[in-house]
Structure formats: structure tokens, C-alpha cells
């Protein structure tokens, strides 16, 4: 039926309330999804290799010469003063659960972020951004820490280049504070975007919370840029393999789940779900060289982190690890599409989920997610 | 989406550009709301059973069933139809609040592929489900226990909407309605089924609601008002040998009028019950071919009188036509019998309500211009317009493809208001001058 409107009048009648109704139907949808703010779009205009290259040199110039907190609170005050007013009411919000909780594994234009992407910002704001993030996160370890950081925004830079548009790249990769920086309040930087979402929770000048932390990458395979060839994610994907590879096969079966897991099982918007009985094998039960593989992997997610953060989580997790279960399903080689590997502690919560790939069809491509049963969102 | 679609490409300017970015907000999120590929379970809800279409993508399928259903899709439905259909019924068990399993028969299997934003091209498998409660129980409240491919795959989600609920006014037509998604409990590590609670309806919500989507198919058709309003345009003149002489007075206009529009209803009433009843079915092309060509009859009509005193056997016999088109509609609906009667009563008012509406804000001005000498332009041209229109539907629809003038005369109907209020003045104005001079001939 060829359908023509005869009037804009009747059109304001019958499909304007036709279009509201459909508005309103589809927010009940997107009730069990994990899409985030609105105060920005995830597009971008500038130059994304451009983004990279600038955070990937070397020197670094500051005048923060303090330690500890008091230093990323100089760098992130630093930060900010490099911003126009406009760019510091993007950047600066209040600390909330609410805005703490907007992260996603899908890319910032398919589930909005807050804070202010890095495709707006000038090479000095970059040079800022980078400072900061050098203080918080482990320097000079190849794919590591930093590096890793780089890698993984090099990687959707690249997946921009071959199809994936707009939606994805390094400008699409959003940092905020959730409350005013400083050595005695409540306060979290939140850096997160596609693959990649790493908040700091502080309280009271101390550290109090590092987790939820989201990493991934896709391609898995390596990518060149700036003269570097980055390979992200894959040190965890080869240390898991060794942990499960290293098991007997009574071992294995033991820590073998009986169901299938295509996906991340606390994954953005799983807050708090941690399962109340803990499956597969016992570390504690593992002799020491095998323990210690479960100890590896575990590092290559903590020691992301400056090492002032990552210290006393290392030191817990270390003391917790007899507590540990690992658990896996599909193959012990990681290889895979539906391999899936837990790490679940008395503190620690590791997935790493090895899935379909998306821009890349037919080739697997990792996520993983590092959470902590008391200090997810600085405990809050 | 389709018709939303449709009405946006007939607004002008600012309005279009609200309604489109109105629109792509909502499609946006629509899509967040399937991260990766999950189930969608789409509810129709009769009064004592329900249709659910499944929506399962087949790389989940694939890791939950182990048949290499992803990886080799082709064929799938012939190869394993009768292996997935009782797959299928073994996780799919309805039950009444009494204790009481319904009855559950799986129809149609079809694999295609389908997209979304985030996983892009994927296959799915989409099932005809047909689920019938026990006698006596109630088809709006039972706990569905539902874990295709989730009783294996624990990172599965599986959403439930209800799709068409005809007693609650819900249509098809509309966005489905989220009731709730089932999903592992994953701190007890255990999947719960889904408590379902569908909100009683009624009977008069139903009405209502096909009185609206009546309602909104006139507005919408201007093929079906061109049609009625050409044939209306010589209804107060006399005729005079072969030709359209002067006119013929306000009772005699109304009374023809009357009459056409009756007739085109009658003649419409009549197939859109035997169409929704499923007595008669007709292929959509050729309806709609003769319905352009009855603007054409009814536009040479308006230039001489071809059938002079026949208007309504015309009017009714096109009217048989429309009707078929109408019918389409309500059938896709497939609603039981009761439903369906009061649909067909409902729909068929909605379309004289707007008919009605639409002839009262035209019929005053074509009266007034009858009687000035100004007439003979305003009913040629109006019936040229018409005939150019309906030509360029015939051509449309015979190739199936749009040509620019059926464009052109998507944005022309996007004028009518105003070509309304042009047709009032000019009107008032000739009615005015002719006054003055004693030149209109009396009432």
C-alpha cells in the first residue's frame, strides 16, 4: 500500500504519537543494557594516529615533584588547567556510582562515556593526559602498563582504518574525574573507552580502589604504528594458556565448567554479582611452580599499575592465592573462539573470554575484566 | 518502522529533520539493547493461546546444541528441521500458576541472516512457536521456563516482548513491549525462569485501538482520498447533453455527495470483511494497480460526465477494490473471531471518521466554487493533477519501482493543508466579488 500523508496536521495527530510510543518502548528495552551517559557522542575529527604517536613519546616534563597521591592530584590539577572551561565542565563531574558505573565494552558511539575524548584535545592537553596516566599506570614494560594503554588505542585506531568508521579509534577514548581531585576527599579518575576502561578510586589521600578494570583487544595480532609494534593482550592470553596447559588432566577436570561462556560473565553493568560458591580448582591445592603460573597472570594485571598502586593488591592477592580458584571452559590452549578462563579469589575476580571476532570476522579476539570483591568502585 | 518511514519522507523542512533525528535517537537505542547476538522471544498474545516468533542467533546455538549449525548454515532447516523442533520443545515449557505444562508445537523453522550495529552480519534462526494453555487456565500469566541455548551457553540473554496484544490495543504495528529477560543468576549460579504477568486487556481497548490505526491508513492513503475527492469534484453539477453544466443546488450537491460516499463505503465494507475474514485474497499489486486506475476513471469522470447517475454504483464498485487493500491489513493481524469482528467494526470506522473529516473541511469550499464560473478551471485542473498522479502510480506499481513523479507527488500531499486553505480563499473570495455583482445564482 503506497501510504501518503495528506496533511502535516494529521501527522501530528497519529505518527508523532506513533513515534513517542516508540521511543517510550524502547526505553524499557535498553533497561538491561549497559548504556551509558550522554554527555558525549564518541565522534571524533581529529587525526587518531596523530593521538597516539603524541602519547607514545617519551619525555615527560612536570613540575609535580611530590609522591604518592598528593602527586596525581598536582598532575591531575595540571591537567585541567590545560583545558578551556567549557573542556574542564566536560571533564570534571561529581563523584557518583552513577557516573563511576559508565563504562562499556562496546565502543563509546554505540554506548556513550563521560568525560572528554581524546580527539578534542590539543598536543599540549595530550602531553598533560599523558603525564598523569605515566603516574598511574607501570612505564617502560613492553605491551605492560602504559604501553598497554597505547597499544590498545592503536588497535581500534586500526580498526577504524579497516571498516569499523567513526565509532572506533584512540579519539573515541574518554578521561573524567568524578569528584575534585585531592588528598582528602572522595574522588576516582576514570579513563575508559572501547577496549580499554581503568578507573583509580581515592579516598582520604589513599588509594581505594582500582577495579572494574576492562581489557581487551581486537586484532589479537600484532599492529604497527609510530615505528612500534604493539600487541596488547596477548601476554594474558598466553600466560592463562600456560596456567591451564601447566594442570594435570585430573587437574583439568577438576577446574573444567560444565557450561559454555561466549562472553564476559561480569562484564559492564554486572556489578556485584560475584557467584556465591566459587568453582573449579582450588590454587592451594596446585604444587608451587604451578601456583606460581596462576601468580603470573594475575601480575600482568596488577603491575599495570604504578607501582605505589599495585603493591598492596599484589600483597593480598599473593596471600589470598591458596583461596583461588581458577576455572575454565573450552580449551585449555586459549586459542579458540569460547575459550574462557576465571581467576576467583577471596579479593580477586579475573575473566578472560576469547571471542568472535566483530571487525575482523572468523578471528577471535580477547576480552577480559579485572574486578575485586571489596574494592570494585573504590568499595563503594 | 515501515509506515514511520513512509510518513517522514512526506514532511517539509524543520519538521522532517526533528522527526528523523527524533527517529535515529530511538533506533540507537534499540541497538545498544543487544550487545552480542542474544535471543529475542517475540510474543503474540491471543485470548487463549500465544504465537512467540524466536529469534536465536546460530554461532550461540551452535556452542549450546554442538550440531555445526553456525558453520555450515546452508540447508540447515532441511538437514536437522526435525532434531531442532524437538530440541526446541525440550526447553521451552510454559506453566500455568496451577502447576499445569501447556501444550507447545513448534511450526515454522527459517535460517537467514540478520545485523545489528555492535556484532554486524549474523546468521539467526528464527522458529514459529505455537503455546496453549491447559482449558481453563489463563493465557496472561504463567512462568515461563525458557532456556534455549542459555541452558548451556551461561553468557546467553534472552529477551521476551510481547509483539501484538490486540485487547490491550497493542498492534504489530508499534515497537514490542519488553515483559523481561531471562539470563543466569549468576550468585547462585542457577537459570530462574520467567515469572510472566501480561496486564488484562479489553475488548474496547482493542476497538479502540483498530479505530486509530482506521484513523491513521486514511490519513496516511492518499491514493484512497484523491480517489473519493476527484469523484466528489463534479457531485453538485448538473448535467447538461455530454457536459458538466452549473450548479445544481445545495440540496441536490449533498444529496449526491451522500450518496458517493455511502456507496464507496458500502463497496469498501464489504471486501474488507470477506478480505480480514480470509474469504477472498487477491495479490497486493493488482489491488493497488486498480486503485490507481480508479483515480484515473474518476478524473476523466471530472472532466465529462462518463457515467452520469452512476456515481455511487461506480463509487461502490471501486470502493469493493479499496476495500481488498484495506483487508490486508487486519489479516496480518490473525486474530480469533470475536477479535476480528470488532476489528473489522473498528478499522471500518476509523476510516469513515477520517473520511468524514477530511470530506466536511473540503466539501464547504467545493460547494461555494460551484456556483461561480471559476469552477470549470478549478474542476479540470484539479482533475488533470489527479490524472497525472494516478498514471504515475500505475507506472509504479506495474515496475514496482518509484519514478519522480510519484516523488513529486509525495511532497505535493505534504502541501494539501495549505492547498486547502488556498481552495477556502479563493472561494470566499469569488463568492464575495460574484455577490456584489448579483451574479450568484441562489442557494
Known sequence: ??????????????????????????????????????????????????????????????????????????????????LSSTQLATTQLTYSKTNAQKWSNLPAGMSARIGINLGSLSDTQLAAFRNLMVAVLSLNTTNEGYDEMIGNLVADDYLNTIGGGSDYG???????????????????????????????????????????AFRGTEP???????????????????????????????????????GSYNDLVLGPGQDGKFPATKSGLQVGNLSSD?????????????????????????????????????????????????????????????????????????????HSVWRDHTSDYGGN | MKQL???????????????????????????TAHPMPNSVVLLNVHANRIDAELQIPLVELQSAWGHAVNDSSARLVERLGPQLRAYLKAHIRPQSPDGRFWTVS??????????????????????????????????????FFYDVVLHQVMTHKILVLVRQDWERGQLAESEPVQVGTISLDIVNNRILPLPISIESGSHWAGFTAMVKLGMQHIAEGTDHLLFLLVLLLPAPLLVIGQRWGRFGGVRYSLKRLLLIVTAFTVGHSITLLAGSLGWVRLPSQPVEILI??????????????????????????????????????????????????????????????????????????????????????????????????????????????TNSLTRGVEQMASYAPYGLGILALIALWLTWRMKRTSQLPVL
Open chain 1, 290 to 366: 604451578k601456583q606460581a603460573l596462576v601468580l603470573s597472570a594475575i601480575k600482568l594485571y596488577v603491575n599495570d599499575l604504578d607501582a605505589n598502586l599495585a603493591a598492596s593488591i599484589l600483597t593480598k592477592y599473593t596471600s589470598e592465592l591458596a583461596n583461588t580458584y581458577i576455572s575454565y571452559s573450552g580449551t585449555t590452549a586459549m586459542a579458540s573462539q569460547g575459550d574462557y578462563v576465571r581467576v576467583d579469589g577471596p579479593s580477586v575476580w579475573i575473566e578472560f573470554s576469547y571471542q568472535g571476532g566483530v571487525i575482523i570476522k572468523n578471528t577471535p579476539h580477547s
Open chain 1, 220 to 258: 589479537q595480532a600484532a599492529v604497527t604504528a609510530a615505528n612500534r609494534t604493539y600487541q596488547a593482550f596477548e601476554q594474558e592470553r598466553v600466560a592463562f594458556a600456560a596456567m591451564l596447559t601447566g594442570l594435570s588432566t585430573a587437574e583439568q577436570t577438576t577446574a573444567k565448567l560444565s
Open chain 2, 106 to 143: 513448534v511450526g515454522e523453522l527459517t535460517a537467514h541472516e540478520s545485523q545489528n550495529p555492535i556484532n554486524g552480519v549474523y546468521r539467526e534462526l528464527t522458529a514459529q512457536v505455537q503455546m496453549i494453555p491447559p482449558a481453563g487456565d489463563d493465557v496472561r500469566q504463567f512462568t
Open chain 2, 5 to 31: 518511514t513512509f510518513s517522514i519522507s512526506r514532511l517539509d523542512g524543520r519538521l522532517m529533520v526533528f522527526l528523523i533525528s527524533l527517529w535515529a535517537i530511538c533506533r540507537a537505542t534499540i541497538a
Open chain 2, 292 to 401: 490507481a486506475v480508479s483515480i484515473l476513471v474518476s478524473a476523466a469522470h471530472a472532466v465529462r460526465p462518463l457515467f452520469p447517475g452512476r456515481e455511487a454504483w461506480i463509487a461502490a464498485g471501486f470502493g469493493l477494490i479499496h476495500g481488498l487493500a484495506f483487508a490486508s491489513t487486519l489479516a496480518n493481524l490473525q486474530l480469533d473471531a470475536g477479535p476480528m469482528a470488532l476489528s473489522i467494526l473498528g478499522f471500518n470506522l476509523g476510516i469513515e471518521f477520517m473520511q468524514v473529516f477530511i470530506i466536511l473541511l473540503v466539501i464547504p469550499w467545493l460547494i461555494l466554487l460551484s456556483r461561480t464560473q471559476s469552477y470549470r478551471v478549478v474542476r479540470l485542473t484539479g482533475a488533470f493533477l489527479a490524472a497525472v498522479a494516478a498514471m504515475a502510480w500505475v507506472i509504479e506499481r506495474i515496475t514496482g519501482q
Open chain 1, 1 to 82: 500500500m503506497k501510504r501518503k500523508n495528506l496533511s502535516i496536521f494529521l501527522l501530528l495527530l497519529f505518527s508523532f504519537s506513533h513515534i513517542f510510543e516508540s521511543c517510550k518502548s524502547t526505553e524499557v528495552e535498553t533497561s538491561t543494557t549497559t548504556s551509558g551517559g550522554s554527555t558525549s557522542t564518541g565522534s571524533t575529527t581529529s587525526n587518531s594516529s596523530t593521538i597516539t604517536t603524541t602519547l607514545s613519546t617519551t619525555a615527560t616534563t612536570t613540575t609535580c615533584n611530590s609522591t604518592g597521591v598528593a602527586q596525581i592530584v598536582c598532575l591531575a590539577e595540571a591537567f585541567k588547567s590545560t
Open chain 1, 170 to 212: 584512540a579519539g573515541n577514548y574518554y578521561i573524567s574525574f568524578l569528584g575534585t581531585p585531592s588528598t582528602s576527599s572522595l574522588w576516582a579518575i576514570l579513563f575508559t573507552g572501547h577496549h580499554y576502561t581503568q578507573p583509580f578510586t581515592f579516598n582520604g589521600g589513599a588509594n581505594t580502589g582500582v577495579t572494574p
